[in-house]
Nanobody, 121 residues
Protein backbone atom coordinates (compact mmCIF):
# COMPACT_ATOMS: atom_id res chain seq x y z
CA UNK A 1 0.00 0.00 0.00
CA UNK A 2 1.21 3.51 -0.83
CA UNK A 3 0.41 6.44 1.44
CA UNK A 4 0.24 10.16 0.68
CA UNK A 5 -0.09 12.59 3.58
CA UNK A 6 -1.23 16.18 3.29
CA UNK A 7 -2.66 19.05 5.30
CA UNK A 8 0.31 20.32 7.27
CA UNK A 9 1.14 23.98 7.63
CA UNK A 10 1.81 26.88 9.94
CA UNK A 11 -0.77 27.56 12.64
CA UNK A 12 -0.90 29.75 15.73
CA UNK A 13 -1.04 28.21 19.20
CA UNK A 14 -4.60 27.21 19.98
CA UNK A 15 -5.41 26.70 16.33
CA UNK A 16 -6.48 23.61 14.41
CA UNK A 17 -5.34 21.56 11.45
CA UNK A 18 -6.63 18.42 9.80
CA UNK A 19 -4.15 16.03 8.27
CA UNK A 20 -5.23 13.56 5.59
CA UNK A 21 -3.56 10.42 4.34
CA UNK A 22 -4.76 8.82 1.12
CA UNK A 23 -3.95 5.16 0.49
CA UNK A 24 -3.63 3.34 -2.79
CA UNK A 25 -2.40 0.04 -4.10
CA UNK A 26 -3.98 -2.16 -1.48
CA UNK A 27 -7.21 -3.01 0.29
CA UNK A 28 -7.40 -0.12 2.73
CA UNK A 29 -9.75 -1.87 5.15
CA UNK A 30 -7.16 -4.64 5.63
CA UNK A 31 -4.86 -2.19 7.41
CA UNK A 32 -4.78 -0.60 10.79
CA UNK A 33 -3.63 3.00 10.41
CA UNK A 34 -1.56 5.32 12.52
CA UNK A 35 -0.02 8.75 12.75
CA UNK A 36 3.51 9.32 14.01
CA UNK A 37 5.50 12.50 14.45
CA UNK A 38 9.14 13.42 14.71
CA UNK A 39 10.54 16.73 15.86
CA UNK A 40 14.14 17.76 15.13
CA UNK A 41 16.55 16.02 17.48
CA UNK A 42 13.84 13.79 18.94
CA UNK A 43 12.78 10.21 18.44
CA UNK A 44 9.75 9.33 16.37
CA UNK A 45 6.59 9.26 18.49
CA UNK A 46 3.42 7.22 17.98
CA UNK A 47 0.65 9.78 18.19
CA UNK A 48 -2.55 7.91 17.30
CA UNK A 49 -3.78 4.63 15.85
CA UNK A 50 -7.09 3.33 14.55
CA UNK A 51 -8.38 -0.16 13.92
CA UNK A 52 -9.43 -1.51 10.53
CA UNK A 53 -13.09 -0.76 11.12
CA UNK A 54 -12.45 2.51 12.91
CA UNK A 55 -14.12 1.22 16.04
CA UNK A 56 -11.02 1.34 18.25
CA UNK A 57 -8.43 4.06 18.68
CA UNK A 58 -5.24 4.80 20.57
CA UNK A 59 -3.83 8.20 21.58
CA UNK A 60 -0.54 9.19 23.10
CA UNK A 61 -1.15 10.89 26.42
CA UNK A 62 -0.05 14.37 25.37
CA UNK A 63 -2.65 14.56 22.58
CA UNK A 64 -5.63 12.96 24.31
CA UNK A 65 -8.64 15.25 24.19
CA UNK A 66 -7.04 17.44 21.50
CA UNK A 67 -6.43 15.10 18.54
CA UNK A 68 -8.93 12.78 16.85
CA UNK A 69 -8.02 10.03 14.42
CA UNK A 70 -10.68 8.79 12.02
CA UNK A 71 -10.92 6.92 8.75
CA UNK A 72 -13.20 6.65 5.76
CA UNK A 73 -12.78 3.21 4.23
CA UNK A 74 -14.90 4.18 1.23
CA UNK A 75 -12.43 6.97 0.45
CA UNK A 76 -9.29 5.03 1.45
CA UNK A 77 -8.32 7.89 3.71
CA UNK A 78 -7.31 8.37 7.33
CA UNK A 79 -7.50 11.73 9.08
CA UNK A 80 -5.94 13.38 12.09
CA UNK A 81 -7.94 16.32 13.42
CA UNK A 82 -5.68 18.42 15.63
CA UNK A 83 -7.23 21.04 17.90
CA UNK A 84 -5.79 23.30 20.59
CA UNK A 85 -2.37 23.01 19.02
CA UNK A 86 0.68 23.81 21.08
CA UNK A 87 4.23 24.75 20.04
CA UNK A 88 5.38 21.34 21.28
CA UNK A 89 3.20 19.71 18.61
CA UNK A 90 5.58 21.09 15.98
CA UNK A 91 6.97 18.13 14.01
CA UNK A 92 6.90 16.25 10.76
CA UNK A 93 3.81 14.04 10.84
CA UNK A 94 3.78 10.67 9.09
CA UNK A 95 0.93 8.30 8.36
CA UNK A 96 1.59 4.59 8.43
CA UNK A 97 -0.19 1.27 7.90
CA UNK A 98 0.08 -2.16 9.42
CA UNK A 99 -1.67 -5.49 8.97
CA UNK A 100 -1.21 -5.98 12.70
CA UNK A 101 -3.13 -4.39 15.55
CA UNK A 102 -3.45 -0.60 15.55
CA UNK A 103 -1.73 -0.15 18.93
CA UNK A 104 1.43 -2.12 18.02
CA UNK A 105 3.55 0.83 16.96
CA UNK A 106 6.66 -1.22 16.16
CA UNK A 107 4.78 -3.22 13.51
CA UNK A 108 3.86 -0.35 11.20
CA UNK A 109 5.62 -1.23 7.95
CA UNK A 110 4.18 1.05 5.29
CA UNK A 111 4.94 4.76 5.49
CA UNK A 112 3.90 7.93 3.75
CA UNK A 113 6.08 10.99 3.31
CA UNK A 114 5.95 13.48 6.14
CA UNK A 115 3.87 16.61 6.28
CA UNK A 116 5.23 19.46 8.38
CA UNK A 117 3.18 20.99 11.16
CA UNK A 118 4.54 24.16 12.73
CA UNK A 119 2.79 25.77 15.68
CA UNK A 120 4.08 29.25 16.28
CA UNK A 121 2.89 32.80 16.82
Amino acid sequence: VQLQASGGGLVQPGGSLRLSCAASGGTFSDYSMGWFRQAPGKEREFVAGISRSGGSTYYEDSVKGRFTISRDNAKNTVYLQMNSLKPEDTAAYYCAATISSYYRSALYKHWGQGTQVTVSS
